[in-house]
């Protein structure tokens, strides 16, 4: 198998479902055979035809570059007026931009449910038998997912037909663009959510087998009447009695007399333990921010928050940026251009020891720069270097170590995916954590590169030269190669990158240039054909819905538990205890590395980070840092952070990435190689937190401060 032949999954993607859409077991009771395969037909066409959406978007971005580009310069030389009148700025294409980056990850989250791609934390939920997940999963449907997305379809309704009638306007850009349009697609990505939901219960009903089937089947009548009767009852609580029964047991249980602030720290014990049953983590959150919001202080209240929440991320412009960078790196991949690389790069070091070493290792630095997806990188290493490590006798937990340990450094070196959605989190520039990765990733990859070099120094077994018969013949065919992968793709990557950090370009200008530009490399490498840029916006929109419905959802639960006021009781209870600001960052960063075990870094940075917030801008002043300053520290150490989680067992998803396509080497041996790295990765850890200028430095070089 090679590596355009490969299927590349994203590592967040737990149990991305097999089976084909229209398609329904013959054994399936005969009744919800048609009703499952009429709803995955509907969701499949809807993202198909969203997929499409992320072709303008770029469009906008390269025409918005471009005219500011030929506005500057015909400025320069004299034409204002034929600058101003063709090559005007185009506030348009901002518009344009996050509108409908935001209407792809809610028009797309139906058909990403239909193909089981939203993140769970499943590392329990795995373990079950088939039944017992199926049993599990249909009881969450009825308990959390259809109240919930009910409930967010009717209030995300009421608020865009207010914005049709009203024909409301953006207001933070002179452009003025309409909202209706862009709000249209919540509550019309909700209803395919919802429809989809109804597929997926029934087909956890035939999971579980026919005599748990039947129960619940003789269940749904009063099930529905029940969901029927509490979603008007929450709406309208002044015209059924079941509004004022809650209201009245409430009170008489003395639960509407706890203050808020405890009513969190409930909140965040129960999605601690919510999170793991294993049922998809956005609609979790979904839920217990109606549960926790209407208990707290209002259920009116708590649903337009939702709303709100959404809509704000829908409309966040640095945001559009995450579709366009994953587009970017499938591109890439799809070249071809890793496997040339490694190949020039393990020629050219032929007779060096540990030279495959070095030739992940640089392979992995690269193309960290432009995949930012750790399992693409952790599969494709694997493929390419492990038959050759295995036939040139190289050391299996060395080599299964650097393959682990260089592929996780695509969540830190920019521009990362992770970075980018970490940004609006810390509310701090994107800029300023892409200068302040740069240092800690290229420090991370030659400690890395020192260890596989040292090990081999002290003990030559471990990584013997190539032999004599696989050594190249023509060192300028092996040179020529190495131009060829390396230059173009670097070259596409440090133009978006450095565009960014000298503020010629905004993250999602560079990012929809990098997008383009990588489909020129594509078509320049003879790679490219319609099918293949077809599956590329496809696996571009499964990635995008699952981090954006998560930032959403997690947007929601945060601003419930930050009203309730249980941030600011922590922030001032942590920072009232008698310890040095150090030892409240080591706790810290000690809970994010255990969390790191079960969980990705999506729901860690959306979920925890947020809250942990408050108290670290609360240390600035301890730390001798701005709140920027600080905040930018304490991103890259969390970046940092879960790069060795990511190498920890028991979960640690690249081991069962390399075993997956390496599966002659022992899961044993890929575990304890990966440990040496972690080791390696707690230095480096520990150096950015004794010396922060190590993240500090070249942001404060760049932007000053």
Not at 167 to 179: H, I, N, Q, S
Not at 242 to 252: N, R, Y
Not at 281 to 308: D, E, H, M, P
């Amino acid at each position: 198998m090679t590596a355009t032949e490969l299927d590349i999954t994203d590592e967040l993607i737990a149990e991305a479902s097999t089976n084909r859409p229209g398609e329904t077991p013959p054994d399936m009771t005969p009744w919800m055979r048609p009703v499952v395969a009429t709803i995955d037909l509907v969701n499949l066409w809807a993202g198909r035809i969203t997929c499409l959406l992320l072709t303008p978007v770029m469009a906008a971005m390269i025409t918005e570059v471009f005219s500011r580009s030929m506005f500057g310069f015909l400025v320069d030389i004299g034409y204002e007026d034929t600058a101003r009148t063709y090559f005007g700025p185009t506030l348009w294409s901002y518009e344009v931009t996050r509108m409908i980056a935001g209407a792809m990850f809610m028009l797309g989250a139906g058909y990403a449910l239909m193909r089981g791609v939203h993140i769970r934390a499943d590392f329990i939920y795995r373990k079950w038998s088939p039944k017992t997940q199926a049993t599990v999963d249909a009881i969450l449907y009825m308990a959390f997912y259809f109240p919930a997305l009910l409930l967010f379809l009717y209030i995300s309704g009421e608020y865009t037909l207010k914005a049709w009638l009203t024909g409301e306007r953006a207001m933070d850009t002179t452009f003025m663009a309409p909202l209706a349009p862009a709000r249209t697609a919540m509550p019309l990505g909700i209803l395919f959510l919802v429809l989809q939901g109804v597929s997926e219960l029934l087909k956890c009903l035939y999971r579980m087998g026919h005599v748990r089937e039947r129960k619940f089947v003789l269940f749904l009548p009063f099930y529905l009447i029940i969901l029927t009767i509490t979603i008007l009852s929450v709406l309208f609580p002044s015209t059924l009695p079941a509004g004022t029964l809650i209201e009245s047991l409430t009170v008489a249980t003395g639960f509407g007399e706890m203050p808020s602030a405890t009513i969190g720290l409930v909140m965040l014990a129960v999605m601690l333990l919510a999170i793991f049953v294993g049922f998809p983590i956005s609609f979790t959150l979904i839920f217990l921010g109606f549960t926790f919001g209407a208990w707290g202080f209002s259920s009116k209240l708590v649903f337009y928050l939702q709303t709100l929440q959404f809509n704000s991320v829908m409309l966040d412009e640095t945001l559009a940026a995450v579709p366009l960078f994953v587009f970017m790196g499938i591109m890439m991949e799809k070249a071809g251009l890793m496997e040339r690389l490694f190949t020039s790069v393990q020629l050219m070091l032929s007779r060096t020891h540990g030279a495959l070493y070095l030739a992940v290792l640089f392979v992995s630095t690269i193309f960290a720069a432009a995949t930012g997806i750790v399992g693409a990188s952790v599969t494709i290493l694997g493929i390419m270097a492990a038959k050759t490590m295995n036939r040139s006798g190289y050391n299996v937990q060395l080599a299964a170590g650097t393959i682990t340990a260089g592929g996780t450094l695509g969540i830190l070196i920019p521009p990362s995916i992770m970075l980018v959605v970490m940004g609006p989190v810390l509310e701090i520039p994107v800029t300023d954590l892409f200068a302040a990765a740069i240092i800690p990733g290229l420090m991370l990859a030659f400690l890395y590169a020192l260890y596989a070099l040292g090990r081999c120094w002290l003990n030559p077994t471990l990584g013997p030269p190539l032999a004599e018969d696989e050594r190249p013949n023509d060192i300028a065919y092996v040179a020529r190669e190495f131009f060829l992968g390396l230059v173009p793709p670097a070259l596409l990557v440090a133009s978006a990158l450095g565009s960014i950090l000298m503020g010629w370009a905004t993250p999602t200008e560079a990012a929809g240039c990098g997008a383009f530009g990588a489909v020129l490399l594509t078509l320049a490498y003879g790679k490219f054909t319609f099918r293949g840029g077809y599956d590329a916006l496809i696996k571009t929109l499964e990635i995008t819905v699952l981090i954006m419905f998560l930032v959403a959802a997690s947007n929601f639960f945060g601003a419930v538990f930050s009203r309730l006021g249980t941030p600011s009781m922590l922030t001032e209870l942590l920072l009232s205890l008698d310890m040095p600001p150090t030892v409240i960052l080591i706790m810290v960063m000690a809970l994010i590395f255990i969390l790191g075990w079960p969980l990705e870094w999506v729901p860690i940075v959306l979920i925890i980070v947020p809250i942990l917030i408050p108290v670290v801008a609360g240390l600035a002043p301890a730390m001798a840092m701005s709140e920027t300053q600080m905040l930018t520290w304490f991103g890259i150490l969390v970046a940092v952070n879960l790069q060795t989680a990511w190498l920890s067992p028991p979960v640690a998803l690249s081991a069962y990435f390399l075993k997956g396509v390496v599966p002659e080497w022992d899961l044993k041996d890929i575990y304890l190689g990966m440990m040496q790295f972690m080791v390696i990765q707690l230095i480096g850890l520990i150096l950015v937190f004794t010396f922060p200028k190590i993240a500090l430095w070249l942001p404060n070089y760049i932007y000053g401060g």
